[in-house]
């Protein structure tokens, strides 16, 4: 018997090696070789790529460092990340214990009593029975590979919230060093406001004195209060943006944060300038393009299981133990038996759902090659976007410092000739406005310029490690 059931055994194993899984291969990638090298563009330095420089190296304000290591210890989107990569790790070791069989072992006994009535002696009886077992039940034979497929893809979805989890960490690096940047701008519009308020105060004073004896005109002195109210205005609305500002951060950050934290001046060097690399660098190193072809191999992977449901399954029950009518008895000689029961299933009609399943699975990798080929287009994008905002908020900068210098000049001749009575006030009022707006102006424009370096180190796959040689 057991001679005759060696090759069947052995063919069982031979053929639980099949596998229906077409053969992947990467899609091309629909992207030029090099990212775009007009006037408009900064180069792409060489150098170790963004994905390679830790967050860290990146961002050298202290302050900030240690915002965003809070962050990673405590933000609840990122706990939430994490935890979903464990979640599918667990679906996935529940899927590859499929392929092996689950061997129980049980034991059970009863005691019965039967009334006179029942027993064909005419007295009442107690009767006994016990048993212990060892065997496997339902374990399928995966001849076709399907269970096997299911097992792939589960790892591949597995892997690919890892990759999410990876995703989820760079975009709150980045958000933190926005919102961190964000909060700086505004502090630093706000106490813009401040001295400018001040200093349109005291120029309304002098202007009502000037009024009082006729030097200065009524339309002067209005001017003058429109220019105070109009900063006291804004001097509002930067007081409210400064504490939602602190508000969204603590929000990232996922516990409070100081008001009063030390800082540097938005002018300095907070940011170190990284290599945007090769446009191929971003298909190993991007999590949402390397997310995106793991959920492509996994629904690859899901068209071997369609496939193998066309084919017959045969499922194997099999124990062995003992059986007594009394418990001392339950291992004696000649109290052994066993099962072996295996069932075949071949699908014959089925009003086409097994087509469709596999129809079904096919659209999914063409969605999926769809999705992975945009997470391709739009990382292209992004860091095409990031070279052009990098070179033209330098030139942006310069120039707009160059303003600020000349209204600089304009404002301090202006009052200059104000107060020896050459000049009217409106046109030191005029100067005043217009060193304010440039001042405001200059804020504002290197804040989107270290935002858009930050968006471009977020594009190139950076800011998932703390440095190059650790991971976080």
């Known amino acids: 018997?057991?001679?005759?059931?060696?090759?069947?055994?052995?063919?069982?194993?031979?053929?639980?090696?099949?596998?229906?899984?077409?053969?992947?291969?990467?899609?091309?990638?629909?992207?030029?070789?090099?990212?775009?090298?007009?006037?408009?563009?900064?180069?792409?330095?060489?150098?170790?790529?963004?994905?390679?420089?830790?967050?860290?190296?990146?961002?050298?304000?202290?302050?900030?460092?240690?915002?965003?290591?809070?962050?990673?210890?405590?933000?609840?989107?990122?706990?939430?990340?994490?935890?979903?990569?464990?979640?599918?790790?667990?679906?996935?070791?529940?899927?590859?214990?499929?392929?092996?069989?689950?061997?129980?072992?049980?034991?059970?006994?009863?005691?019965?009593?039967?009334?006179?009535?029942?027993?064909?002696?005419?007295?009442?009886?107690?009767?006994?029975?016990?048993?212990?077992?060892?065997?496997?039940?339902?374990?399928?034979?995966?001849?076709?590979?399907?269970?096997?497929?299911?097992?792939?893809?589960?790892?591949?979805?597995?892997?690919?919230?890892?990759?999410?989890?990876?995703?989820?960490?760079?975009?709150?690096?980045?958000?933190?060093?926005?919102?961190?940047?964000?909060?700086?701008?505004?502090?630093?519009?706000?106490?813009?406001?401040?001295?400018?308020?001040?200093?349109?105060?005291?120029?309304?004073?002098?202007?009502?004195?000037?009024?009082?004896?006729?030097?200065?005109?009524?339309?002067?002195?209005?001017?003058?209060?429109?220019?105070?109210?109009s900063a006291r205005a804004s001097l509002a609305k930067f007081q409210r943006q400064v504490a939602q500002d602190l508000n969204s951060l603590a929000l990232l950050v996922g516990t409070s944060v100081s008001d009063d934290l030390p800082s540097l001046p938005l002018a300095s060097d907070l940011l170190a300038e990284v290599p945007a690399g090769l446009p191929s660098d971003l298909l190993q190193r991007r999590p949402d393009i390397l997310q995106a072809e793991y959920l492509l191999q996994s629904a690859n992977a899901n068209i071997g299981a369609a496939r193998a449901a066309f084919f017959p399954s045969i499922s194997l029950t099999a124990n062995a133990g003992s059986s007594s009518s009394e418990l001392s008895g339950l291992f004696k000689g000649g109290s052994g038996g066993w099962l072996f029961q295996p069932q075949i299933n071949i699908p014959i009609f089925n009003a086409g759902s097994l087509r469709a399943s596999l129809d079904y699975s096919k659209i999914q990798k063409d969605i999926s090659v769809s999705q992975y080929e945009k997470s391709i287009l739009t990382a292209f994008q992004e860091v095409s976007d990031g070279l052009t905002a990098r070179k033209t908020y330098k030139d942006q900068l310069m120039a707009q410092t160059d303003l600020v210098q000349a209204n600089q000049d304009y404002y301090r001749l202006a009052e200059r000739r104000y107060r020896i009575g050459v000049d009217s006030s409106l046109t030191f009022l005029d100067a005043q406005r217009s060193l304010f707006s440039a001042r405001q102006t200059l804020i504002i424009d290197r804040l989107a310029q270290l935002t858009a370096e930050v968006s471009l180190y977020k594009a190139l796959g950076g800011g998932w490690i703390e440095n190059s040689n650790k991971a976080l």
Request: hydrophobic share 35%; proline share 4%; charged share 20%.
């Open 1 to 229: 018997m057991y001679k005759s059931l060696s090759p069947l055994v052995s063919a069982a194993f031979i053929l639980g090696g099949c596998s229906l899984i077409p053969d992947y291969q990467r899609p091309e990638a629909p992207i030029a070789t090099q990212y775009p090298q007009t006037s408009s563009y900064a180069p792409a330095l060489s150098g170790p790529i963004g994905a390679d420089q830790g967050w860290r190296e990146m961002f050298r304000d202290p302050v900030l460092q240690q915002l965003i290591e809070s962050s990673l210890l405590n933000n609840r989107d990122l706990r939430v990340a994490a935890l979903n990569v464990e979640a599918y790790q667990a679906q996935y070791r529940i899927q590859r214990a499929d392929i092996y069989p689950a061997i129980s072992a049980n034991g059970s006994g009863s005691r019965q009593r039967l009334p006179s009535s029942l027993t064909q002696t005419g007295d009442s009886a107690i009767s006994s029975s016990y048993s212990a077992t060892l065997g496997i039940s339902a374990y399928e034979l995966d001849l076709f590979g399907r269970i096997r497929s299911l097992s792939e893809e589960a790892s591949f979805i597995y892997l690919s919230s890892e990759e999410a989890r990876r995703s989820t960490q760079l975009s709150l690096v980045a958000s933190v060093a926005n919102a961190y940047l964000t909060w700086r701008a505004d502090q630093e519009l706000l106490k813009l406001t401040q001295d400018t308020l001040q200093s349109y105060e005291q120029s309304l004073r002098l202007t009502e004195r000037t009024n009082q004896v006729g030097t200065a005109s009524a339309l002067a002195l209005s001017q003058s209060r429109t220019s105070v109210e």
